[in-house]
């Protein structure tokens, strides 16, 4: 005999569905399918048909059987299911957080959370709700701390995969392009994701190898998730490795930084400082300062941004 499901399951699994039904647009079986398989629920399609058929004696589910796969929506006016619901607030929060997460999170992840946040839109798009919350989304912004620039195209599948080996912790198999365009394959162990300004960085460790590289996720050409499993690194730690200046294209080494700079090009440094333990001389036109830094290429792009505004400067050990 066939093995009865378990209640409580099919619960689940009932809830599940009705929250990634939107009120606006349509889904498709194999939409949720997928949807579900993220969220770890591995069912097959004709499965997902049956429970929605059983669901929509219930609720006010419409479905559009013009073609295949099947689509699936709620009803112009239906209440839709009180449990679970999401607030204005919440609404708010999640779409904030698909507008700047998303190449942050794991692409599973964002595919299972796509109904939800296909709710959350449409709540904050409904006329005569939340008008402060959906408001609020036109009252902040992310700016660029330097000239603007569109990011590089990343392979989406590359992405994926990439994400998948990472959330994992599974080997992965690139093919990747660098700056030189020198082409290569290779098997790493990926350990982070990082994002500067608009380009994506993996950080890495190639295998046999025990120090740490970054690869811009632009020039990876393609890349396949292993089958095989790592322990991540005990010592590796993604915010020690920012710290130490690593995305500033340096190697960790720490310097006593000092120089002098005009007041009002350094007017934001003195506001911002380089380091916890920054000193500031104040000068009749101009600022002197001196603070504990990692040297980096991106330090001395930095300082030749000034000019001639900046002089005087000089490195010694910490």
Known sequence: MPKRPDPLVTLQ????????????????????????????????PRT?????????????????????????SWKENATGI?????????SLLLTLAEQQLSSLLPVKLMKSMQGFFAQARGQLDEKGTALRERQWLDKVRVV???????????????????SDALYGNQWLDVD??????????????????????????????????????????HRIISAQASTLTFDRPKEFN???????GRFGYGNGKKIRLSFRIEKEAGLHVVECPLSADQKVVE????????????????????????????????????
Not at 21 to 37: A, C, D, H, V, Y
Not at 48 to 72: C, F, H, N
Not at 186 to 214: H, I, K, S, T
């Open 283 to 318: 000068l009749d036109d101009a600022y002197e300062i001196a603070a504990t830094v990692f040297d980096s290429e991106m330090l001395e792009w930095w300082l030749r941004g000034f000019g001639d505004r900046v002089r005087k400067i000089r490195c010694s050990p910490p």
């Open 82 to 90: 009180s449990l679970g619901a999401l607030s204005a607030q919440e």
């Open 176 to 217: 990747y392009k660098n700056a030189a365009g020198k082409r290569a394959t290779c098997r790493v162990m990926p350990l982070g994701l990082a994002q500067q300004g608009p380009r994506m960085y993996l950080v890495c460790r190639f295998e046999g190898y025990d120090n740490e590289r970054c690869l811009a996720l």
């Open 144 to 162: 660029s701390t330097s000239q603007p620039l569109l990011p590089p195209k990343v392979d989406p599948d590359a992405f994926e995969q990439v």
């Open 238 to 244: 993604l915010k020690q490795f920012d710290e130490d």
């Open 48 to 72: 997902i048909q049956r429970m929605l058929e059983t669901l929509s004696e219930v609720y006010d589910i419409e479905r559009d059987d013009s073609a295949k796969p099947y689509r699936y």
């Open 13 to 44: 699994l009932s809830i599940e569905l009705l929250r990634r039904i939107p009120r606006r647009g349509t889904i498709s079986t194999s939409e949720l399918r997928q949807q579900l398989k993220n969220a770890g629920f591995e069912r097959q």
